[in-house]
RNA sequence: GAUUCCGUAGCUCAGCUGGUAGAGCAAUACACUUUUAAUGUAUGGGUCCUGGGUUCGAGUCCCAGCGGGAUCACCA
């Protein structure tokens, strides 16, 4: 390796692998260490004189965070996967006999912040109060060849913690070491995604594995990653939805199957929305969207309380109540009370003159559902911060949706809103092939209008419809803006562990 | 894709109207057997993002590029 690029403490850290090397000490030893506790648990459990026998031999292991070198002892703080404790680490302890190397070549010497080294020995208070180990046995079990970054804390203060995002998301290794807090929003987020687990296992749903790569990229309106399969020469397409796939399981017999699905568009970037995304899908044989409501607000409402303790969160200063029922409010009402405009009588002509009026611009590739949607967007959503239900669709902008059962021109779903965006998107499920081959045709027509989003006709899928789709409804939940809000972090990237980065040179 | 801000030591950041680069932490050496942002003394450490230009002289000014953030556009 070329060392001219390294960093002086870089340099000085390969050589002390010699160092250990001379003294026949293996700096990335193989054998298992004996881990029997860790950092939470004693903080947590450990009350001093009368229970001092129960932590009389602790074996830990971590990653040492600190070091104060008093002379023949010294502290350190070491942190394993569950947080921080003292380590008091004295020389006549850890070498017992003549043979002073350990404490005052290895551990003195050679051990540097960010090493990893496992620890035993006995639970103790200091005179300062602070529950520490008192080590008796010291292992060296891998050494850490790049410095982390330095952040110090004092009373609950953090000093020079590291805030670069660059550096945060394309080292998160080092982010997750050095920010603790980070490492807090995604076990939040595992157990986000344990809680919907629980609540669709536990009410019979099955999950399934639809497939990631597909020749027709269905299921959504949206601009796909193009692949190409070897062997077949077919361009094949990462999936921007599983929608169609879960039906065909419905038409299969299924009842109720749901599937994480970790979706790919090929569009823009920003704070709500990476590339790679994960969608929860589920769908429910001999139910409606109504149902699907009620199911929703009883989903969201656990998975609430689950991650954070109740039913609340904070985002942006906002305090947003995830307490079952939400409000509803239909599309069209919706438009009536941001801009005082009734548009449900309208045709296409008249909601394009309400569109410029209100400033919102429009192309002539728009079609009805389109222009509707726009006036939705710039006028109303970003009104809906606490859980609201955004019911009945115009039927253009929906075309894998029911009609509405009473009302002309409209279709049976629902969007959630939280916070101003949209985090789930549902739908008494389209399940009449011909009506559904008549729709898949208007979006061919949009997209020879010049639409490139517009959908591509899924024969298989209408296929599969003609045997007899039950009645269904369906519903995707935007996983991670729903992690966001219950993590209140405002940036889609603080929710993913490996955000989409340009690559470095 | 557009606009705008940013890029200086391992980290956090100074660096004025242009004059040969600085602090704290970290590192190195020494001292110290209950410290905790440990302390004390001493020392070393830089492709100032990259490439051009202006200038006697550029971290600083100008242009282009690279990377990141924010806002907007796109995105059901």
């Known amino acids: 390796m070329n060392i001219a690029h390294l960093s002086e403490q870089e340099i000085i850290r390969r050589e002390k692998l010699k160092e250990f090397a001379q003294l026949g000490i293996d ?3 193989a054998p298992l260490f004996p881990v029997n506790s860790n950092a939470a648990y004693i903080k947590a459990n450990y009350k001093g004189e ?5 932590f009389a031999e602790v074996v830990l292991a971590g990653r040492v965070m600190s ?6 002892a010294s502290f350190a703080v070491l942190q394993d996967s569950t947080g921080k404790i003292q380590l008091y680490v004295k020389r006549d302890e850890i070498c017992p006999g003549e043979d002073k190397t350990l404490y005052d070549k290895v551990w003195k010497h050679l051990t540097d912040m960010g090493d990893i080294i496992g620890v035993k020995g006995y639970v103790f208070t200091t005179k300062t109060g602070e529950t520490s180990i008192h080590v008796r046995e010291l292992v060296f079990l891998t050494k850490s060849l790049k410095p982390l970054p330095v952040v110090k804390e004092k009373e609950g203060e953090t000093f020079d913690a590291v805030t670069d995002p660059e550096f945060r998301y394309r080292q998160r290794y080092a982010d997750l ?7 807090e929003t995604f076990v939040k987020r595992s157990k986000l995604i344990n809680s919907m687990r629980e609540f669709l296992n536990s009410r019979g749903a099955i999950e399934v594995d639809t497939p990631v790569l597909q020749s027709i990229p269905g299921g959504a309106a949206a601009r796909p990653f193009t692949t190409h399969h ?3 020469d077919i361009p094949m397409y990462l999936r921007i939805a599983n929608e169609l796939y879960l039906k065909r399981l419905i038409v299969g017999g299924f009842d109720w199957v749901y599937e994480f699905s970790r979706n790919f568009r090929n569009e823009g970037m920003d704070r709500t929305h990476n590339p790679e995304f994960t969608v929860l899908e589920f769908y429910t044989a001999y139910k409606d969207y109504l149902w699907m409501m009620e199911t929703t607000e009883q989903l969201l409402e656990k998975a609430a309380i689950d991650v954070n303790g109740d039913s609340t969160c904070e985002v942006d200063g906002k305090q947003i109540s995830f307490k079952a029922p939400f409000a509803r409010i239909t599309m069209y009402d919706a438009i009536k009370q941001y801009t005082g405009i009734d548009i449900s009588g309208m ?5 394009r003159e309400v569109c410029k009026q209100q400033h919102i611009h429009v192309e002539p590739s728009m079609g009805k559902g389109k222009l509707i949607d726009e006036l939705f967007s710039e006028k109303c959503e970003h009104h809906f911060i606490q859980p609201t239900f955004i019911i009945d669709y115009p039927v253009e902008m929906s075309p894998l949706t029911k009609k509405h059962r009473s009302k002309p021109g409209l279709v049976e779903r629902f969007e959630l809103m939280v916070n101003g965006k949209e985090i789930a998107n549902a739908y008494s499920e389209l399940n009449d092939p011909i009506d559904q081959r008549a729709r898949f045709e208007e979006q061919v027509a949009l997209m020879e209008r010049g639409d490139d989003e517009a959908m591509f006709i899924d024969y298989d899928f209408l296929r599969a419809l003609e045997y007899g789709m039950p009645p269904t409804s369906g519903i995707g939940f935007g996983i991670d803006r729903i992690c966001m809000l219950l993590t209140g972090q405002s940036s889609i990237q603080d929710v993913l562990l490996f955000p989409m980065m340009r690559p470095e040179k």
């Open 27 to 29: 700096p990335f030893p």
């Open 50 to 54: 009368e229970n001092k026998a129960d």
């Open 67 to 72: 070091i104060r070198d008093m002379g023949k």
């Open 177 to 183: 070491i050095v920010n603790p807090q980070v490492k």
């Open 230 to 232: 070897n062997a077949l």
């Open 347 to 351: 045709n296409e002509d008249q909601i």
